[in-house]
C-alpha cells in the first residue's frame, strides 16, 4: 500500500509538469528546472506525509478494535465454571434488598479499613509457553500512618525485578489496589449490573452468590468483572473470582481468586489473593503466578505524649487538694 500511494503522486508531479511545458511552448532551461524542482518537491511531500497518513488510519483502525473490545468486556458475567452453582436456591429476601444492604455494609467496611494499618506482600512470577521459568517481580510493604495521621505505603521491600516476558504497568498497580481487594459499595453500584445467581455453601458460610461486570466502561478506569459471594449472615461479600477489565490493545491482566477473613465484629478482610493463569498475547502464552498476602490488621489510634509540666508565671504552684480519708 505504501509504494502504491508513492507511485500515485509521482505520476500526479509528471501531469503537473507536462501541463505547464504544454501551456508554454517557449521554455528555456531555468523554467525547466524549476519545473523539475515543482515535480520534485511534490513527490517529496508525498513521501513524507505518506507515514503520517497510514498511521492515521491504523490509530483510527485500532480505536475501533478498542471500542470493540471494550464493549465485549462489559455486562455481568460470573468467572467460568462458577455460574451454576451446587445447591443453588431461592433467595430468603427479594434480590435488590440483598444488594443494597451488602453494598452499604461494603462503604462501612470501606470507611473502616482506612483506619488500620496492615502489611501487603505482592509477588509476579512468570514462565513460557513451555513451562520454562522467568524472572519475577517482588513487592512487600506496610500501609500505615503518620504521626499527623496521614495514611501512606512504606516500602519494605523491592528487589530489582527480574521480569523477561511480561511488564507490569499503571493498570497493574491500580489493580493491586482496588481490583484484587474488590469493594462494591454503594457508591460504586451504580457502575455495575449484578445478577442474581443463587445461593452456595462456602466450608461454613451460607452465602449468596452473584456475576458482576461493568455496565459501560469510562477512560481510564478499573474495574472486577466476575463471581463474588456474599455471607447470609454478615451480609459481607467473603469472597471475588474475576479479573480486572477493560483489556485495551495488547493488554492481558489474569483471573484472579480473594479470600476474606472475620477480622472484626461484621466485617471481612482481604487476606489473600492467588492467580495462576496463561495469558495469550499475539505472538505467544506466558503463564503467570501472582499472590497477594495481606496480614497485621491493625485499627490504627492515636498516641498522646505527655511532656514535664511547667509552672505558669503568676500563678500558684500548690498541690491539688485531695479527699480527706473516711473517718472510722
Keep these: 500500500m505504501r509504494k502504491r500511494k508513492a507511485t500515485l503522486f509521482g505520476g500526479v508531479s509528471s501531469i503537473l509538469i507536462g501541463k505547464l511545458l504544454g501551456n508554454k511552448m517557449r521554455t528555456n532551461r531555468k523554467s525547466i528546472g524549476r519545473l523539475a524542482a515543482a515535480g520534485l518537491l511534490i513527490a517529496g511531500f508525498a513521501a513524507a506525509i505518506q507515514p503520517t497518513v497510514a498511521a492515521a488510519q491504523r490509530s483510527k483502525k485500532d480505536k475501533g478494535k478498542d471500542q470493540d473490545q471494550q464493549a465485549a468486556q462489559t455486562g455481568a458475567q460470573c468467572a467460568p465454571g462458577t455460574g451454576s452453582p451446587s445447591g443453588a436456591g431461592t433467595a430468603s429476601a427479594p434480590t435488590d434488598d440483598i444488594i443494597r444492604q451488602f453494598a452499604q455494609h461494603e462503604s462501612d467496611f470501606k470507611l473502616a479499613r482506612d483506619d488500620y494499618t496492615y502489611s501487603q506482600s505482592f509477588l509476579v512470577q512468570e514462565a513460557d509457553g513451555n513451562g520454562v521459568r522467568g524472572g519475577e517481580y517482588q513487592l512487600d510493604s506496610e500501609i500505615i500512618f503518620t504521626p499527623q495521621g496521614r495514611r501512606y505505603e512504606h516500602v519494605i521491600y523491592a528487589p530489582p525485578p527480574t521480569l523477561q516476558l511480561l511488564v507490569l ?85 489474569p483471573r484472579f481468586v480473594t479470600y476474606r477473613e472475620n477480622i472484626e465484629g461484621t466485617f471481612w478482610f482481604p487476606t489473600y489473593t492467588h492467580a495462576d493463569d496463561v495469558l495469550h498475547f499475539k505472538d505467544e502464552d506466558v503463564r503467570m503466578r501472582m499472590t497477594v498476602r495481606y496480614k497485621n490488621y491493625k485499627r490504627f489510634g492515636s498516641i498522646i505524649q505527655l511532656g514535664q509540666s511547667k509552672e505558669i508565671p503568676g500563678t500558684q504552684s500548690n498541690p491539688p487538694e485531695t479527699q480527706p480519708a473516711p473517718t472510722k
Design 169 to 253: 504497568g499503571p493498570e497493574d498497580m491500580k489493580d493491586l489496589e482496588n481490583i484484587q481487594p474488590f469493594v462494591l459499595t454503594t457508591e460504586e453500584l451504580p457502575k455495575y449490573e449484578i445478577q442474581y445467581a443463587g445461593t452456595e455453601k462456602l466450608d461454613e458460610l451460607n452465602t449468596y452468590k452473584f456475576c458482576v461486570g461493568p455496565k459501560r466502561i469510562e477512560k481510564s478506569q478499573r474495574y472486577f468483572r466476575g463471581t463474588i459471594w456474599v455471607d447470609g449472615r454478615d451480609l459481607a461479600v467473603v469472597k471475588s473470582d474475576g479479573k480486572a477489565v477493560p483489556e485495551i490493545g495488547d493488554q492481558r491482566f
